[in-house]
């Protein structure tokens, strides 16, 4: 379970990103965070792995208070945590394989991974994830010359070799279209269905919110500003989610029927 | 915003003057007129022009007219010598007039393009420029034929890369000048089968300038080579070679089938400095041949250049070796990502960011001058002045790929737990090595073609040998020279091309 308490977050230019946020996500949800841009997203899921460290509050992950670790403590609990960037943050001139690896480099000794050198049992393991998402034959290419649905793959092939409990995903289809948005979206579902992981992920399209959140947390300058649960977000109308949303709401539907032209038409 | 408004602004505030006046005033001093109508920026820039233009001819003139006294007759003998003077002046006077009437109408609030203006100051620097850089492209042409010769020896200086070894038959005759009691000094001991000779008489009297020939001495040889020239010499008592002349051609012989020859010859006329405590000088007369025998052999200028090209590379290599260890720490310092963290390393950012740009603005050839002052000439001084060129060029190069590194892919590495060495290994590492690489052989590239000229000044290396047989005028040595010079920088070119295009 997945505690944030009273969380705030003012960045050194006086910017208040995050204003006393508390809640919290059960094992084994899906919760998808919407809100405008700047309404402090981001913010939110990197104060939880600590890429950014809280100004105020409490994260609590499996009774461990994430934001007073430092360290050796600090690396172990992100080890536990998956992340998964809206610009796939993969290290582009490096192989998927070593993109791939360097997902386990937090439980690997550091004087091996110097050289490049990783367990028989992590190599296997970056196998199973390349094939489990498809893209077992790109693996010795170079990660920029992948397209971007299979660069996010690499991404998610890179956060499953932390054997994650959580993943976070900071707008993982904002740089995709549609279709790929789905493909990306289902794949994380079937982490959150079969393998039990709890994923927190920030979205823009209300379709894809309404098809795969368990539950939905809207942000507005960085207050919560909306609860709802899967059932709720299903029954709510374009209106409604723009009131909470913002002008930046927007539909992908169709794109699964094969209406191509209108993708071209959301942004 | 700001910066739009201001001539705007400029434009409708009225004058301070009425515009015949700005005129009259911009007669009197140029520009001043147009500073009184408020159009600051143009007056300050005619003036400039205007003063600078004034200051170049009175100096064009001076020069032009040297070596005469009172002003009136320095222009009158340089617009004589030089009649392209004379248009200049034509144009300056046009121009202070145009100055002049631009006042005018500026006060009058006209709305006129300083083009026309720009455009004449620009014609005036043309011609002006035109003189003072003695251009003269019919030099191009009417040399030509002179340069013909020496360019062709350049293109092709081949025939200078070999030698053929010689080997020299000669042997000698001491004759007695003039006669006297005592006996002429022996005939040496020529070795048996080897060349030998024989003269009558063994003494005898020089030629007079003017006046008495010489005594003809008739002399024979034996033990030649039979069918190549034999070329006579003679050496006077204070040990100087020269030629025999008679009738002003040099004087040969070539010797019959057996290798034997005998030819008159004429004591020459020679000033020699008087000595009167000997009664008497020996002078050798030498008959000489030279044959050249085997395959051909690398010159010596040849080899010269093959081992100063090999001193080029290494200088330029050295040099970037250097360069490159040093460069690397100071990138950091140099790189704003890393360096704004507070006040302090903002302060070093900025030092070494202003150091790098000082050196790297002043010429690798100035800096080996300069080293040359602390280690002397030869390859050290090249390489010294390289390398401080290297470390400031690379430093900002590499630098600014460090600025340039992608801050994702390092959040990412973070995000999965990995520790500090791991992340730079992972995140960073990547990202920086094919910059890294990529100007690290682009400036290795550089640094040859460099070494290659540094020599010119003493550096060490082929711009050495060349400026030196340049001025010997030993043009197809210079040509061996500037042919490694090519090749080398060419082969440099396709390899450093290579190994970039396989890492970025
Ligand atoms: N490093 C930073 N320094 C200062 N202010 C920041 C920084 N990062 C974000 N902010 C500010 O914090 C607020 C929240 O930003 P955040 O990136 O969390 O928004 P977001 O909801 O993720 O937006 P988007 O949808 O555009 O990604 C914004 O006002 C932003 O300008
Ligand atoms: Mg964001």
Sequence with gaps: MLEVKNLTKVYDDGTVALKNISFTVEDGEFLIIIGLSGSGKSTLLRCVNRLIDPTEGDIIWDGVNLAKLEGEELRKARRQIGMIF?????????????????????????????MHQFKESDREKAWQALERLGIEDQAFKRADELSGGQQQRVGIARALMQDPELILADEPVASLDPVLAHSILTYLERLNQEDEMTIVCSLHYLDLVQRYSTRVLGLREGEIVYRGTREEIRAMTDEEFQEIYGEQAQRVTGGLEGNLDEFGLGE | MNHRKKPEQEARKPSLVPPYLAGLLSLVVPGLGQFLARTYRRGAILLGSFISLVGLMIWRIQLAGKRVEGALEIIQKAYRLR??????????????????????????????TPLGLIFMVLIIFFIMGWQIGDINPVALVTDLDEAAGPLSEVLWPWERAVTYPEEEIIAIMPIQVPCTESDPPDVPDYGEGEPRLEAEPRC?????????????????????????????LWEDPIGN??????????????????????????LPYRLLPPSATEPSYIWDLKARQVTSLGAAQASKELKLA???????IFIGMMATFFGVIIALPVSFLAARNLMSANKFTLIIYYIARGVM??????????WAVIALI??????????????????????????????????????????????????????????????????TIYRWDINIRMSTIIGMVGGGGIGFLLIQWMRLLDYKAAGIAIWFITITVAILDYVSAEIRERFV
Excluded: C
């Design chain 1, 86 to 114: 809206q610009h796939f943050n993969l290290v582009r001139r490096s192989s998927v394989m070593t993109n791939v690896l360097s997902g386990r480099l937090g439980y690997s000794p550091t004087f091996q991974t110097m």
């Design chain 2, 83 to 112: 009649p392209i003077l004379i248009v200049l002046t034509v144009l300056m006077v046009i121009f202070y007039l145009w100055i002049a009437y631009d006042a005018y109408l500026m006060a009058k609030r006209t709305r006129g």
């Design chain 2, 204 to 232: 005898g009297q020089l030629s007079e300038q003017g006046g008495e020939t010489g005594t003809k001495i008739t002399l024979h040889g034996e033990n030649y080579l039979p069918g190549k020239t034999v070329n006579i």
């Design chain 2, 241 to 266: 070679e020269f030629r025999a002349r008679q009738g002003g051609e040099y004087v040969k012989v070539v010797p019959d089938e057996n290798g034997e020859f005998t030819i008159d010859i004429v």
């Design chain 2, 306 to 312: 093959i081992e100063k090209i090999i001193e080029t």
């Design chain 2, 357 to 366: 740009n000082i050196v790297r603005s002043i010429e690798p050839l100035i």
């Design chain 2, 374 to 439: 602390v280690v002397g000439l030869g390859p050290f001084a090249g390489i010294i002045a390289l390398t401080i060129h290297s470390i400031a060029a690379l430093g900002k190069l590499y630098s600014e790929a460090i600025e340039s590194i992608d801050p994702g892919p390092i959040e990412a590495v973070q995000a999965t737990g990995a520790n500090w060495a791991q992340t730079i290994m992972y995140g960073v590492v990547p990202q920086i090595i094919p910059p890294f690489v990529s100007f």
